[in-house]
Nanobody, 118 residues
Framework: QVQLQESDPGLVKPSQTLSLTCTVS??????????WTWIRQPPGKGLEWMGCIASSGITYYSPSLKSRTSISRDTSKNQFTLQLSSVTPEDTALYYC??????????WGKGTLVTVSS
């Protein structure tokens, strides 16, 4: 049974880089056809797809966040990581990692609240 768990950075200061890691258990992130995804939900708003890394290692980003976002992976640890630079309070949100297949997010982490504040 595949499970995903986000790290917990907690409070991040404005202008800093947010770094989140998703640890995957019960399955390999290099297994074909899956995309390992970051999604966020600001308070009172809907879900926002941020980007993903395919099992091949190719990355895809939301156009609105592309200039500030980087997704990478560590296959030895079965983890993938989100880095979001130059954060502002508008980046305060619940951040989720998820597994995607054929445009469906079928397995989610529990989510972690990241607050951007000085």
């Amino acid at each position: 049974q595949v499970q995903l768990q986000e790290s917990d950075p907690g409070l991040v200061k404005p202008s800093q880089t947010l770094s989140l890691t998703c640890t995957v258990s019960g399955g390999s992130i290099t297994t074909n056809v899956y995309y390992w995804t970051w999604i966020r939900q600001p308070p009172g708003k809907g879900l926002e797809w941020m980007g993903c890394i395919a099992s091949s290692g190719i990355t895809y980003y939301s156009p609105s966040l592309k200039s500030r976002t980087s997704i990478s992976r560590d296959t030895s640890k079965n983890q993938f990581t989100l880095q979001l630079s130059s954060v502002t309070p508008e980046d305060t949100a619940l951040y989720y990692c998820a597994r995607s297949i054929t445009n469906t997010w079928d397995i989610w982490g529990k989510g972690t609240l990241v607050t951007v504040s000085s």
